[in-house]
């Protein structure tokens, strides 16, 4: 697969099939915010979630997602911007072509924690391979309810 990488990064994680690269991070911020880069491959599907401790702003770079917010359906594609308000469920599954986009967080502190302890931390900035698999959903759960998230 062709998705163009930005590498230029502190920490890169693999996330749920995806690629996670920190751009800016909470602690930059004084925790006001925080931006991570996601690479993912085509057909990859985010179930229906919501935060109740932060916004979630998408910037699509590459490719194209389609979103849904708050029951909403939206086409995502280069250059297009969506916002994802606290409290508000959303879920995307990733276009044919894969994409690159960016999540922003405000704040940014809790989310940030959320990655680094559902992630496996990534050797290299590449999509992970087959057999790095997300955590179970028994063992997903705590940790979702400890950063105040939850599937819908």
């Known amino acids: 697969m062709n998705i163009p990488v930005s590498i230029e990064a502190a920490e890169c994680w693999w996330w749920f099939g995806e690629l996670a690269v920190l751009k800016l991070s909470a602690e930059a911020t004084g925790g006001a915010q925080s931006m991570v880069e996601i690479v ?8 229906r979630h919501v935060h109740h401790r932060e916004d979630e702003l ?3 770079l590459y490719g194209s997602a389609e979103f849904e917010v708050g029951g909403k359906r939206i086409l995502a594609r280069k250059g297009d911007v969506l916002f994802g308000p606290m409290g508000v469920p959303h ?3 990733v276009g044919p072509e ?13 989310m940030e924690a959320f990655v680094r302890a559902s992630a496996v931390p990534a050797p290299e900035a590449k ?26």
């Open 58 to 60: 998408f910037v699509m």
């Open 127 to 152: 999509l992970p391979p087959p057999d790095v698999v997300p955590p179970a959903p028994e063992a997903l759960q705590p940790l979702l309810q400890a950063h105040g998230l939850a599937f819908v």
């Open 40 to 47: 993912a491959p085509p057909g990859l599907a985010v179930p």
């Open 91 to 93: 879920a995307y599954e």
């Open 98 to 110: 894969g994409c690159r986009m960016l999540f922003g967080f405000t704040p940014g502190a809790n």
